[in-house]
Each structure stands twice: as C-alpha cells, then as structure tokens.
C-alpha cells in the first residue's frame, strides 16, 4: 500500500480540467487511507481519489473550496463521521464500485446540503429495499442519484413513503446501524459467542477510530470469530 504523503500530493497531476475546475489527481495509487489533504491549501475543485484501495471515506481536513469528489472503485464501506463539516460545499460525489452495505454508513452524507449528485453504483447497499427512495428523502438537494434524475413525482412519493407514524418508524428502521458488515458467521466463521449489541457498538466505535486498514481488518475479524473481549482490550486480535 501506498501512504499519501505531502509528497505524492505535490507531485501528483493538478490541472484545470475541461470544466475550468482545478482538479488534483491521485487516482491508482494503491493509497489506503486519506490523510495530508491539508498540504492542497484547498486549492482544488475536484480530488479524484479513484482506484485506490480506500477503506472510510474521511479524514478530511476542511476543504471549502472543493465541489467534486471521485472516489469510486475503492473499498470504501462507509463514510467517516465529520465527513460533512470538511466538505461542506460538496455537490457531486462519486462512490460507485465499493462495498457500502448499509443505509446507516452513509448517514454523514445526510448533512451535506449543496450535494445534488451522488453515485452509488455496483455497492451492496443499493439492493436494500427503499433504497432510492430514503436516499432521496434524506438529501432534499440531491438532483441525480445513480446517474437517473430525481423527477418531482419521484421525490413526492419518497416523502410520503416516509411519512406519518408508519413511515417515520420505517426511516428509523432503514436508518438503523446494520451489522450484517460484521455478524459473526457471516463469512463461515463459528464464533466463540454471539456478540451483544452493546459489545458490537464498542468494537465498531474502535473501528471509526482505527488508523490502519490492518487494525480495522483485524477487528472485523474479531466480530465475526466472536473474540469480541480480545478485540475491546487490545484493539486487535490474530
């Protein structure tokens, strides 16, 4: 894997592109985490962070000037907390081609309010049921989603599936942490024991705040093979 140092920043291509926008390329790098972002000076419209090996879309120092993020064909599966705040005039964002599984790993996006493209494409979570249509109801200002138009009775069938009683206890259900990601036995594995929902929360607060791909590899496995305590007290397990 490769670090992105101020280094790869500085030495990577940056260029207006066919739009007039200042874009900083640092696509196919084999970079697994985002970091050093600040070195730009915020001096880019669009970062394409593509084909990449990126596991948590975050760590974003604040970045007002950027519009456009490329991130697809990662391994994004989720977007980190504070995602939104360092982003704030985001307007399209691209994550097709990674492995989100959940509607609740994407809730930073909720609080972005310029994002009026977004591109989920070939991600597991676009198999979950009312998919589009909570997408739609969580980001008013989204325009297109999945490269389809968001056309005006789509958006009104989107806010009445969700509202009332029914509809509201629905949005808190697809809302709601998933953790189908981490259920032990969800890649053949017998665990020890079946976690409880309190340790499963711990173990993924310590995950959120992982600074390696090998740590958060390390404590998916501890969910999934039930060492559950091994994973609170050290942070990793074999």
Same mark, same amino acid.
């Given at each position: 894997m490769v670090r992105m140092t101020p280094e790869l920043i500085s030495r990577s291509a940056q260029f207006t592109n066919c739009l007039g926008d200042r874009?900083?390329?640092?696509?196919?790098?084999?970079?697994?985490?985002?970091?050093?972002?600040?070195t730009s000076n915020d001096l880019f419209d669009v970062l394409d962070i593509s084909e990449n090996s990126i596991a948590i879309l975050g760590n974003m120092p604040y970045l007002p000037r950027l519009k456009t993020i490329l991130a697809?064909?990662?391994?994004?599966?989720?977007?980190g907390k504070g995602f939104a705040k360092a982003v704030p005039n985001l /307007? =399209? %964002?691209?994550?097709?081609?990674?492995?989100?599984?959940?509607? /609740? =790993? %994407?809730?930073?996006?909720f609080n972005l309010k310029k994002l009026e493209r977004l591109t989920l494409v070939d991600n597991p979570v676009t198999k979950e049921g009312h998919y589009r249509q909570y997408i739609i109801k969580m980001i008013p200002s989204l325009r297109v989603l999945d490269y389809k138009k968001i056309k005006m009775d789509e958006r009104e069938h989107a806010n009445a599936l969700f509202s009332g009683e029914d509809g509201q206890?629905?949005?808190?259900?697809?809302?709601?942490?998933?953790?189908?990601?981490?259920t032990p036995g969800n890649l053949g594995d017998t665990p020890a024991h079946k976690p409880t929902p309190d340790q499963i929360a711990a173990v993924k607060l310590k995950i959120q705040n992982a600074k390696s791909v090998e740590e958060i590899s390390q404590l998916e496995r501890a969910l999934r093979s039930g060492k559950i305590e091994e994973a609170l007290l050290n942070g990793t397990t074999s």
């Open positions: 874009e900083l390329d640092l696509r196919g790098n084999q970079i697994s985490l985002i970091e050093n972002l600040a697809g064909l990662n391994k994004v599966h989720r977007v /307007e =399209s %964002l691209v994550l097709s081609g990674n492995q989100i599984r959940s509607l /609740e =790993s %994407l809730s930073d996006l206890l629905l949005e808190k259900k697809l809302g709601k942490a998933s953790v189908r990601e981490f």
